[in-house]
């Protein structure tokens, strides 16, 4: 007889098209993971609306957080200082965008019961390892950049008393922290994320307010999808702004951040409802981010375009000598353009708009890399228990993604200066982008997949609007790759680039394949049998664990 969630999940739904050697590259999926979840799960609650919205408000909260981290707050200050408002409409795109993501992500953890590193190691047979090492790639690339946010952070505040290096070792404190929040349950973490968020909000709020941007200017910036007068470095821009935005640990952060509320999955009006309210949440979440994300990005545009314009080409050494700022050497003796940064970002505001502008711009960047600490350290061990079925005490896994993140970052922060340090954060940037693939084409995957989510499968439109969507984003991606591997400029650099394009491409190109499959293009499979035949794709409850 069918079990518990059969009705919604499809179990024993034959998938059509799909011949019997094409599905052995797919495990079958067996019941959701037996493994505890790490938070409490918290009732549905009663009644409806606010109430109800209530009952399922946080995990979109937490997730949003990976669009505020140090690198997405980098990649605004630059898009403004280089394309003043101008791509705006850039960046409320990749926001939809993410979106987008963000929800066929917590529709597969409602629907199923399961989170997307869990589904891959159910259904991957070959390349399971191999994307498990991509996606913990991404989340210590993700962690260095906040641990290089709070090393500035600390650096701006003590007026460059504390070393960057000294900066670096304080991060050790976060493992501490989160330790101690972290036994306090899930509502109250879910309490101290939306007080970081707050932070963000007013301290980039108030240098919003003290900078006073043209508001027609960024309406127009916003809406009106061209850039005039645009050239390379813009286009780049752009292209990075999507590279930031989009994080793919946060794809699997979200599916698993929804199981901690209670979801009757054999009640399809109960999980039409919850994935209502997850979207309604996200969507407030990421709304939240946008706004926060806009405030840099006018803030920069106004301080580095408007600004030096309006001081008839007054440069900024001159300007920060006048206001007897300890920062002033950082910046050239001409009137040639400054080459901004989260650390000189800072000090611009310190010199123009008072030393208040400056310690208020690093308690945001210090909001912004605690917080993102968190949510990659739970990525991490959500990765690591669902493509391995390893589970590690959160002391463990928090020690070994620092640990990993903070030897390179020490290093530099050691041996070299403030430029290269801040300047790590293109290359983490870049790194991640080329780990995008590995979680925008199996959540496409999976959720196409009528056998795994039933009734909740995608539909012929998002199939292909998905596709598409994903498509172009890691093709904006590569370009951004390409870009920043070409400015090497090392005969040897591009001979290894070239070896580790055509085996990424390659991998791509092998989970591309099972994708199209998993929709149903059986004829890619050169040994398919006939379209008529059907196969189970789900095994029964009772064959799961024999």
């Known amino acids: 007889g069918k079990g518990k969630g059969e009705g919604v999940r499809g179990r024993g739904k034959p998938l059509r098209g799909i011949g019997p050697k094409a599905q052995s590259h797919f495990y079958p999926l067996p019941l959701p993971s037996p493994y505890p979840y790490p938070f409490e799960t918290r009732g549905r609650g009663k009644g409806k609306g606010l109430r109800k919205l209530w009952a399922f408000s946080g995990p979109g909260f937490l997730m949003s957080i990976a669009y505020l981290d140090p690198g997405n707050i980098e990649s605004d ?32 953890g409602v629907v199923t019961g399961m989170h997307l590193a869990e589904v891959c190691h159910r259904q991957y047979r070959v390349p399971r390892v191999v994307l498990w090492l991509m996606v913990e790639l991404a989340i210590i690339g993700s962690d260095m950049q906040e641990v290089i946010g709070c090393a500035i952070a600390f650096h701006l505040l003590s007026s460059g008393r504390i070393p960057l290096w000294g900066g670096v070792l304080i991060t050790i404190l976060d493992t501490f922290v989160f330790l101690f929040l972290d036994k306090y349950g899930l ?58 935005v989009i994080m793919p640990h ?5 599916s698993a951040l929804v199981k901690s509320r209670e979801v009757d999955r054999s009640s399809k009006k109960e999980v039409k409802e919850a994935n209502k309210y997850f979207f309604i949440e996200s969507s407030m979440a990421l709304f939240v981010s946008f706004l926060i994300n806009v405030f840099v990005v006018a803030v920069f545009a106004e301080a580095f375009l408007r600004t030096h314009q309006r001081r008839g080409g007054e440069c900024h050494h001159d300007v920060c000598n006048a206001t007897g700022s300890p920062h002033s050497h950082l910046f050239p003796v001409d009137n040639q353009t400054l080459q901004v940064d989260i650390y000189k970002g800072g000090v611009v505001l310190g010199c123009f708009f008072g030393s208040a ?35 590690w005490s959160r002391f463990a896994r928090v020690l070994l993604t620092r640990s990993l ?3 390179p970052t020490l290093l530099v922060a050691v041996f070299q ?43 012929r439109l998002l199939k292909a609007g998905g596709g598409l969507l994903i498509l172009g984003v ?35 190109g092998y989970l591309t394949w099972l994708c199209l499959i998993a929709l149903g293009m059986s004829g890619l499979y050169p040994c398919s049998q006939d379209r008529t035949d059907t196969t189970v794709l789900i095994e029964q409850p009772g064959e799961a664990d024999s």
């Open 405 to 407: 993140a903070l030897t």
């Open 474 to 508: 890691c093709c904006i991606n590569m370009y951004l790759v390409v870009v920043y591997v070409s400015a090497l400029n090392s005969a040897w650099l591009y001979a290894v680039a070239s070896l580790l394009s055509i085996t990424y491409l390659a991998f791509v």
């Open 250 to 254: 946060n794809i699997y952060l979200h």
């Open 417 to 459: 200066d403030v430029h290269r340090l801040t300047g790590m954060n293109d290359f983490l940037n870049v790194l991640q982008s080329m780990q995008l693939p590995f979680a925008l084409i199996p959540i496409l995957t999976f959720t196409s997949m009528p056998a795994l989510m039933g009734d909740f499968a995608n539909g």
């Open 357 to 391: 502008a400056l310690y208020i711009w690093a308690v945001g960047i210090l909001a912004a890399g605690q917080s993102s600490t968190m949510t990659g350290t739970y990525s991490g061990q959500f990765v690591m228990e669902g493509f391995l079925n390893l589970r």
């Open 187 to 244: 509502r109250k973490l879910e309490a101290f994320f939306g007080l970081l968020i707050t932070v963000m909000a007013i301290t980039f709020g108030y240098e919003y307010v003290t900078v006073r941007p043209d508001q027609g200017e960024l309406l127009k910036g916003m809406f009106l999808p061209y850039c005039e007068g645009c050239g390379p470095v813009q286009l780049e821009q752009a292209v990075g702004i999507v590279g930031a």
């Open 77 to 108: 200050l630059q898009s403004g200082a280089k394309a003043g408002f101008k791509l705006l409409w850039v960046l409320m795109g990749a926001t939809f965008i993410g979106l987008l993501l963000q929800r066929l992500s917590s529709r597969l």
